[in-house]
């Protein structure tokens, strides 16, 4: 029973491809949750905001780039239970996005290609998410 008082978090991350077909991953900050560990970038659906507008909202904000809603594409998503929570995380491609990725919080970046996603260590919603990315590329 104490699984059904566990609430459900609706997180929307994107898989910003550039042009050399590599993936750009986000490492956890210090003083985060899971901090340390890599992930694909994204964030918390606010309230009234579909997982597209919290996409282009992040990316600008964590990351200094812009995108439109056409330019996401949905790939597939994340079911996972944590001990307080259960995440569900859809994960849109992007391929079209203007700016250079910048760190805005204090992560570090890295463009990574799909064969070696499993060399940085991810959060467990994450990892699932890797072979899709690999046979899309």
């Known amino acids: 029973m104490a699984d059904r008082q566990r609430s459900i978090l609706l997180v929307?991350?994107?898989?910003?491809?550039?042009?050399?077909?590599?993936?750009?991953?986000?490492?956890?900050?210090?003083?985060?949750?899971?901090?340390?560990?890599?992930?694909?970038?994204?964030?918390?659906?606010?309230?009234?905001?579909?997982?597209?507008?919290?996409?282009?909202?992040?990316?600008?904000?964590?990351?200094?780039?812009?995108?439109?809603?056409?330019?996401?594409?949905?790939?597939?998503?994340?079911?996972h239970s944590y001990e307080t929570f259960h995440l569900l995380m859809p994960l849109y491609v992007c391929r079209r996005f203007e700016g250079v990725a910048q760190g805005r919080e204090g992560q570090a970046l890295k463009w990574v290609r799909p064969r070696d996603l499993r060399d940085y260590p991810m959060p467990p919603a994450d990892e699932p998410l890797i072979p899709f990315l690999q046979d899309l590329l």
């Open 12 to 79: 929307a991350a994107c898989a910003l491809i550039d042009a050399d077909g590599r993936i750009l991953l986000a490492q956890r900050p210090e003083g985060k949750n899971l901090a340390g560990l890599w992930e694909f970038p994204g964030g918390k659906v606010e309230p009234g905001e579909t997982p597209e507008e919290c996409l282009i909202r992040e990316l600008q904000e964590e990351l200094g780039i812009s995108t439109k809603i056409p330019c996401l594409a949905p790939l597939t998503f994340a079911s």
